[in-house]
Each structure stands twice: as structure tokens, then as C-alpha cells.
């Protein structure tokens, strides 16, 4: 498989469908020697099952793992570190990666436990844990979905699950779309297999899945997150971090050069996001710097709302993020807003504590001063 290619393939036999997209790709090739130690890394943002549309099958991930070691590949570790106020062990366990690994025998690494490194990463220093330097051959297992800061997440930003938790929210702080094209020098991406079966186009966290039963696979992360923007109606301009990763020398995001080659017919039409309604979601929230899980919470929190009606002439604007420490204000949500009025405590809190924090607030500020 060459740089410009992306291949792509249909069906609901998962596991079969990755092992005959990775032949058709000729992986073993790609990889050459038996010894090279290989890293995978899924996304399993939350312990959320990949049904709900934000984490890697696990058969996705089997049919790697099959296909490797039928190839005589033996040095396999899988990695992985949740986002901030999620355990990775325990999306482990829910997603069903403990299981898989004891059954084909490779090591899980919990990368919120792993000590970091300083790298420069094209000029920018960032703080990268050392399971994902010491890899002779990363394979990326992203899922293709929406994202309520980035509009699309898939390649690039999955390798934000290889930094401590203090850098991801440092990450937000720089304003998210540098630091990941930065990222793109400091990891790099072999080989990249896109899980698109039934990603949630408009949430990272899931909730609200797509079905597309569809899985693909670039060699170029740029060329990847590129043709996902095609695919979900965003022009590139949208999604900054691609261009970004691109004039920084990460890949090429031309995705009018590149070949695209379905193996078999799609069964049905893919899905679109709904974009005024993630639109009319964020203008409820005044974010300054907030880390993904916390406006990750948010947005599904705020979508439940508006679907019981309790938007429609909410009385206050939402301020969350880390812009707001130190500071005092109305309403606002996450440790970061303990200074307000009324605030949820938490970090991040939950989706379930966000809807009744703000159903309340629905209920009873339209009768407060």
C-alpha cells in the first residue's frame, strides 16, 4: 500500500472484513522484519462499549491482532491512556480489550501510568509517554467521529491518548489545533485502520451512532483525516490541524491525488453529521481553553435538554474551561468555574451530572435575580 492510497471495505463480519482489508494492503510487507516491535494503539476515549459509537470494536482490533500473528509477528503491546476523569483500565475492560489480550497473549499499557518524555515535535516541545517512543511499527486504530471542539476526530488526534494527563490539558490550553499537528512530528504513523462502523458523527463520548459498516486504511494520517472531512461534508479549512500537520511535513492532505479503492459495494448510504444542531448546541456555552471530556460532557448534556425542550429560552450563557480559574461569574460548570455563583463541581463531572445540574437551572433561574 502506498502513501496516496486509501482502501476501503464494507460488510458487518468485522474481524474477516480487517484481516481482508490488511491483505489487500500487503501489511506484512509494509512492516517486513518478524523482530520489529509493534505498537497499536486504539481509541477508547471512556469505558463506553464501541456500539455507542466512540470506541474501537474490539473486533476490529482482533482481526489485527489474527492477521499479525498468522504473519509470524510476536512483540505486540497495545496502548492506550482515556481522557481526563476516565480510568483507561477500566475502558479496557468495558470495550473488551482486558479479554482480547489474554486470549492472544499481548501486553496492555496503560499510558496515564507511563512516565513521559520532552520531545521536540517540529519546534514544539510536548510531553509524550514512553511506551509510544520505544515502537518500531505503530499501527492507529482510530474511530471516524464528530468532535464538539475539532468538528472531526480520526488519526491525527487519537495520538493524544499517548500524553499524561497534564499535557492533554495543556493540549487546550495552546488551543488544541497546533499542539496535535505538532503531535504528527512526534509520533509517528505507520500504518493507519480506521474503524467507521458505527461512529457517533456528533459526539466524541458517544450516544448517538452512525451506522456505516465500514472499515479503511491509509498509510498517511493527513491523506486520512483529509478524505474523513470528504466523507463528512467539512472542507479541510474546517479542521485547521490537518493543514497544520501538513505544512509541518506529517503527510499530504491532497485527497484529489489520492487513489481510493473500494474492495466490495457499500450496503447503504453513510450517515452525516447534523451540524446546525452541534452549532446551536455550542452557542449555549461560553468556552475558554476547556478539556475535552469536560465540553465532551457538556454538548451531549445540553442535546438531552434541548430535546425535552428545556433550551428554548435558557436564561444564561454556560462558561466552562480553564479560561475561567480564578474567576467569578453567573453559571458555569467544572472545577475550573468554582468561583461562580452556581457551578458543578467536578472534573470533568459526568454527562448524567451536567444534564441534572443544568435541568435545575433550566427550572428555577428564570425566577432568580
Known sequence: MKKDEILVIYGNEYTKMTKELLEEAGLAEMIGDREKRIGIKPNLV?????????????????????????????????????????????????????????????????????????????GMELHICRCALGIDYMINVPVMKGHCQTRITCALKNMKGLLPNAEKRRFHAMGLHKPIAHLAAGI??????????????????????????????????????????????????????????????????????????????????????????????????EEV?????????????????????????FPEKICIGQGYRGKSGKLGVGNCTQGFRYSLKGCPPTEEEMYRFLKSMAETLPYQG
Open 46 to 122: 471512556s469505558p463506553v462499549p464501541a456500539s455507542e459509537g466512540a470506541t474501537t470494536h474490539p473486533e476490529v482490533a482482533e482481526g489485527l491482532l489474527q492477521y499479525l500473528q498468522e504473519h509470524g509477528f510476536r512483540d505486540i503491546v497495545i496502548m492506550e491512556g482515556a481522557w481526563v476523569g476516565a480510568e483507561t483500565e477500566e475502558a479496557f475492560r468495558v470495550c473488551g480489550y482486558k479479554e482480547l489480550a489474554g486470549r492472544y497473549g499481548v501486553r496492555l499499557i496503560d499510558a496515564q501510568k507511563e512516565k513521559a518524555t520532552a520531545v521536540d515535535c517540529a
Open 289 to 313: 481553553d476547556s478539556c475535552s471530556a469536560c465540553y465532551g460532557y457538556l454538548i451531549p448534556a445540553l442535546d438531552r435538554l434541548e430535546k425535552e425542550g428545556l433550551l428554548r429560552g
Open 188 to 285: 509517528r504513523q505507520d500504518f493507519i485502520l480506521v474503524d467507521s462502523i458505527c461512529g457517533d458523527l456528533s459526539f466524541e463520548d458517544g450516544g448517538n451512532p452512525t451506522v456505516m459498516n465500514r472499515i479503511f486504511a491509509a498509510a498517511d494520517p493527513v491523506l486520512c483525516d483529509s478524505y474523513v472531512c470528504r466523507l463528512l461534508q467539512y472542507r479541510m479549512e474546517e479542521v485547521p490541524y490537518i493543514g497544520m500537520a501538513q505544512r509541518l511535513g506529517a503527510g499530504d492532505g491532497d485527497v484529489s491525488k489520492a487513489s481510493v479503492r473500494e474492495i466490495n459495494a457499500p450496503g447503504h448510504a453513510a450517515g452525516l453529521p447534523d451540524k446546525e444542531r452541534i452549532m446551536r448546541l455550542r452557542e449555549m456555552a
